[in-house]
């Protein structure tokens, strides 16, 4: 059933399947790619129903960074094909993958989003 759902969520662009790079299928990352989704869990929800939001302010957070970064990455993976074509590179084969490594050995995890 979750598979079915997380299929259906990827088909409806709310989220974006992506496998780890090396990685087998059941190790793939899956992303919350629905712009408003993203917004709205990140900064309206946990204001509850009655908050007033001042935007002007939201800029100044740490968490606005965090998520503009986050929003970024989306546009450009939602963008791949045009900006291979505006690299010149999209005849050449390449894929837009994913490295992590969970943290272990007291070293922190990482993460990495890369198209080769």
Same mark, same amino acid.
């Given at each position: 059933?979750?598979?079915?759902?997380?299929?259906?969520?990827?088909?409806?662009?709310? &989220?974006? &399947?992506?496998?780890?790079?090396?990685?087998?299928?059941?190790?793939?990352?899956?992303?919350?790619?629905?712009?408003?989704?993203?917004?709205?869990?990140?900064?309206?929800?946990?204001?509850?129903?009655?908050?007033?939001?001042?935007?002007?302010?939201?800029?100044?957070?740490?968490?606005?960074?965090?998520?503009?970064?986050?929003?970024?990455?989306? &546009?450009?993976?939602?963008?791949?094909?045009?900006?291979?074509?505006?690299?010149?590179?999209?005849?050449?084969?390449?894929?837009?993958?994913?490295?992590?490594?969970?943290?272990?050995?007291?070293?922190?995890?990482?993460?990495?989003?890369?198209?080769?």
């Amino acid at each position: 059933m979750l598979t079915e759902m997380l299929k259906e969520l990827s088909q409806s662009g709310f &989220i974006g &399947i992506y496998n780890g790079h090396g990685k087998k299928s059941r190790e793939s990352l899956y992303r919350l790619t629905d712009a408003y989704s993203l917004f709205y869990l990140n900064f309206l929800e946990p204001l509850g129903e009655n908050a007033h939001v001042d935007f002007t302010r939201l800029s100044e957070l740490p968490k606005w960074k965090a998520w503009s970064g986050y929003a970024y990455e989306n &546009i450009c993976l939602y963008h791949i094909d045009q900006i291979r074509e505006s690299l010149s590179i999209k005849g050449m084969y390449s894929t837009a993958s994913s490295f992590f490594a969970l943290p272990k050995d007291g070293y922190a995890g990482t993460q990495i989003r890369f198209d080769y």
